[in-house]
């Protein structure tokens, strides 16, 4: 088992005829994803890399049967895309982009919430199940199946954490970049039933940061809901306050909502382990392990 | 980006929403032939274009009476400095005749991930102590961005906020404006405060403030022509030109941190933190770490005075660690001071990056952040 990417699953490129669509279509088909179409508007009838591109999200899954989308298209187009993907009722659907408005995706956050449709991202590395299937641009290479399922709003600290994982034996069951925006379309709090109810995941890694909430919502379910481990990294304790770091989202206000503390101390109080850096995580999952 | 008060002024006009009739002053000449020709009428409020909290108390709020008054308070408050601050406009606007002050404002509330609507009738100067105080006296109505702002929305704001439904179409009138505004402008924030109840019962915006997305600006092109005015650090306006975040950090320390993504520059400036190490600036360099971006971001960074060490961590599957080194190599052979760079990388063309830091003075490879922290704490840097 893994969560929401497998081998069955049936993934559309959108934007696929792009730069960053093209390369990372090869990417993903020589890690065995099952890329089955790829959409293009004004390209339909090409082929790329002998995959079929469409004009329409909604032609690519009438002929091919597929199940997800990741999509590979600038920030400025990102709403457009993501939205034919949500309206034609896609499972799953994921993007990629850096600086997509806030305002886009506050639109796609909630038509895809009343359709049901799991988003996932932007500014998101999207999500891979090591060994079965990859749906985003991560460096395949240093990840490796096992027991640990990670979600993280940064994806420089879920390679450093993933990277030492992997050198110390410990395989990962699927990694979800959920994207270092305000508003991701899918946050932690709606990742760890799936985590939970997944038979290969034994531990949970939640890689936070400062700003929002999601850590704190995150906490509530973990003290109801959760028996497996989970193992905590909050980004940003002595980040200046009023001064965004770099991911739009990762911001503590001016009074102090938002901050490093008072994630750490509800995680804390829901039982969760706290590390202090990428290399604690993997000591303390070495010892639950 | 937060918009200085004319240019907030500027937005509530372009939307219809009432505002004071005024002028901005940049230079000191000619400052009552100005106020003439502009049709502004006396007493006038002259109001220092800066962004800080306490601006009238701090006397960046004056009234004249006539011309001769407009020209003494424009010589004497023009480029002076306000808590630091350097005063390189003034907006000048007719002094209103008002009654009671409110507070309008809509959010982008992340929690909800919708819009959410603030009104007080106790708006002015005080909003935040009464929205310490007296927290329940502050409206909170979240919309939902699917459907848009309704009809029972103002009603409700009018009715149980006491100020009665007789308001209900000025304040919808501008309600409706202003989440009009804060949809096309798409802002974080959009603030009337205070919204003013005139002498004549009509509702007049007299302050306000403006946080739009930086994410959107590249459809916002009449904002982004406002970025010039913004008083911003200059080496965070010469890190944009190549597409690079500079954070200023902190005052104290003499350390500073360089990564390929805003996690990681995080998680390095918690364990120096932890370490004792302050951190003073950081710089993400976002994707494409070539040679040349990694000699100009070192440049930027070492351009600070305060800055002794730069540690630079860069962790990402096609990252070039021999471009990555080479930059440094660069960046060290220009600068003239003794400054001191710490490395960490992983990527491919590792060794040939090691052989490159190897022969640069000044540069020091190490094998991790806990590594990296270790050796800058220890201060063994200098070879």
């Given at each position: 088992m893994s969560i929401l990417i497998d081998k069955d699953t049936r993934l559309i490129v959108q934007g696929i005829t792009g730069r960053e669509g093209t390369f990372h279509t090869e990417q993903m088909l020589s890690y065995g994803a099952n890329v089955v179409s790829g959409v293009t508007p004004g390209k339909g009838g090409q082929t790329v890399l002998g995959v079929p591109v469409f004009n329409t999200v909604r032609e690519a899954m009438e002929e091919t049967g597929a199940n997800a989308s990741v999509v590979f298209v600038p920030a400025k187009f990102t709403k457009d895309s993501a939205m034919e993907a949500i309206e034609a009722n896609l499972p799953v659907v994921i993007t990629i982009a850096e600086h997509v408005p806030v305002h886009d995706m506050m639109i796609c956050y909630h038509t895809a919430r009343r359709k049901g449709v799991r988003l996932f991202g932007p500014n998101s590395f999207g999500i891979i199940s090591p060994g079965k299937s990859k749906a985003g641009f991560m460096a395949h290479s240093i990840f490796t199946p096992g027991p640990v399922g990670m979600m993280s709003r940064s994806a420089t600290n879920c390679y450093e954490t993933v990277f030492m994982l992997t050198t110390r034996g410990i395989g990962q069951s699927t990694c979800i970049g959920v994207g270092g925006d305000m508003i991701p379309g899918s946050v932690f709090l709606d990742l760890l039933p799936d985590f939970q109810n997944d038979p290969e995941t034994k531990a949970i890694v939640i890689i936070g940061e400062i700003g929002g909430n999601e850590e704190e919502r995150a906490a509530a379910y973990i003290k109801e809901h959760v028996t497996k481990p989970v193992v905590v990294l909050i980004a940003g304790k002595n980040a200046p306050r009023g001064r965004s770091m770099g991911h739009a989202g990762a911001i503590v206000n001016a009074d102090g909502t938002g901050s490093a503390e008072n994630k750490e101390k509800a995680l804390k109080e829901a039982g969760c382990h706290i590390a202090d850096g990428t290399e604690h995580v993997v000591e303390i999952l070495s010892t639950i392990l | 980006?937060?918009?200085?008060?004319?240019?907030?002024?500027?937005?509530?006009?372009?939307?219809?929403?009432?505002?004071?009739?005024?002028?901005?002053?940049?230079?000191?000449?000619?400052?009552?032939?100005?106020?003439?020709?502009?049709?502004?009428?006396?007493?006038?409020?002259?109001?220092?274009?800066?962004?800080?909290?306490?601006?009238?108390?701090?006397?960046?709020?004056?009234?004249?009476?006539?011309?001769?008054?407009?020209?003494?308070?424009?010589?004497?408050?023009?480029?002076?400095?306000?808590?630091?601050?350097?005063?390189?406009?003034?907006?000048?606007?007719?002094?209103?005749?008002?009654?009671?002050?409110?507070?309008?404002?809509?959010?982008?509330?992340?929690?909800?991930?919708?819009?959410?609507?603030?009104?007080?009738?106790?708006?002015?100067?005080?909003?935040?102590?009464?929205?310490?105080?007296?927290?329940?006296?502050?409206?909170?109505?979240?919309?939902?961005?699917?459907?848009?702002?309704?009809?029972?929305?103002?009603?409700?704001?009018?009715?149980?906020?006491?100020?009665?439904?007789?308001?209900?179409?000025?304040?919808?009138?501008?309600?409706?404006?202003?989440?009009?505004?804060?949809?096309?402008?798409?802002?974080?924030?959009?603030?009337?405060?205070?919204?003013?109840?005139?002498?004549?019962?009509?509702?007049?915006?007299?302050?306000?403030?403006?946080?739009?997305?930086?994410?959107?600006?590249?459809?916002?092109?009449?904002?982004?022509?406002?970025?010039?005015?913004?008083?911003?650090?200059?080496?965070?306006?010469?890190?944009?030109?190549?597409?690079?975040?500079?954070?200023?950090?902190?005052?104290?320390?003499?350390?500073?941190?360089?990564?390929?993504?805003?996690?990681?520059?995080?998680?390095?400036?918690?364990?120096?933190?932890?370490?004792?190490?302050?951190?003073?600036?950081?710089?993400?360099?976002?994707?494409?770490?070539?040679?040349?971006?990694?000699?100009?971001?070192?440049?930027?960074?070492?351009?600070?005075?305060?800055?002794?060490?730069?540690?630079?961590?860069?962790?990402?599957?096609?990252?070039?660690?021999?471009?990555?080194?080479?930059?440094?190599?660069?960046?060290?052979?220009?600068?003239?001071?003794?400054?001191?760079?710490?490395?960490?990388?992983?990527?491919?063309?590792?060794?040939?990056?090691?052989?490159?830091?190897?022969?640069?003075?000044?540069?020091?490879?190490?094998?991790?952040?806990?590594?990296?922290?270790?050796?800058?704490a220890e201060g063994r840097v200098q070879r």
């Open positions: - | 980006m937060k918009l200085l008060e004319y240019q907030a002024k500027a937005v509530f006009d372009a939307y219809g929403i009432p505002t004071m009739k005024g002028i901005v002053l940049d230079n000191q000449e000619d400052v009552a032939a100005k106020i003439a020709a502009a049709g502004l009428n006396y007493p006038v409020v002259l109001k220092a274009q800066v962004q800080i909290g306490g601006r009238g108390k701090a006397g960046g709020i004056q009234f004249a009476e006539d011309g001769k008054q407009a020209q003494e308070i424009v010589d004497r408050l023009l480029f002076s400095d306000l808590k630091g601050f350097r005063v390189k406009e003034l907006l000048c606007v007719e002094k209103c005749s008002l009654t009671t002050e409110w507070y309008l404002s809509i959010l982008l509330d992340r929690g909800a991930k919708c819009p959410l609507i603030m009104f007080s009738p106790q708006g002015g100067m005080d909003i935040e102590e009464v929205a310490q105080n007296s927290p329940q006296s502050i409206l909170k109505l979240p919309v939902d961005p699917l459907l848009g702002i309704t009809a029972d929305t103002v009603r409700y704001l009018c009715s149980k906020s006491g100020i009665g439904l007789a308001f209900e179409k000025k304040l919808g009138d501008v309600l409706t404006k202003l989440y009009t505004a804060f949809l096309e402008y798409s802002c974080l924030l959009l603030e009337i405060n205070p919204l003013c109840v005139a002498e004549e019962g009509g509702l007049i915006a007299l302050d306000g403030k403006v946080d739009i997305d930086d994410s959107a600006l590249f459809r916002l092109p009449d904002v982004t022509a406002w970025r010039g005015a913004q008083q911003e650090d200059p080496l965070i306006k010469e890190a944009r030109t190549f597409d690079f975040l500079y954070i200023p950090v902190g005052e104290e320390g003499d350390a500073a941190v360089m990564s390929n993504g805003s996690g990681m520059l995080m998680s390095c400036i918690d364990l120096m933190a932890k370490a004792g190490i302050a951190t003073t600036a950081a710089l993400d360099l976002g994707g494409g770490a070539t040679a040349v971006r990694i000699r100009e971001a070192v440049r930027i960074v070492l351009s600070n005075p305060r800055v002794k060490t730069l540690f630079i961590c860069i962790f990402g599957g096609i990252t070039r660690c021999d471009e990555v080194a080479e930059g440094v190599r660069m960046a060290l052979s220009e600068s003239r001071d003794e400054k001191q760079v710490v490395i960490r990388m992983e990527g491919t063309n590792k060794q040939k990056g090691l052989e490159i830091v190897e022969a640069t003075r000044g540069a020091l490879h190490v094998g991790g952040i806990v590594e990296g922290v270790r050796v800058l």
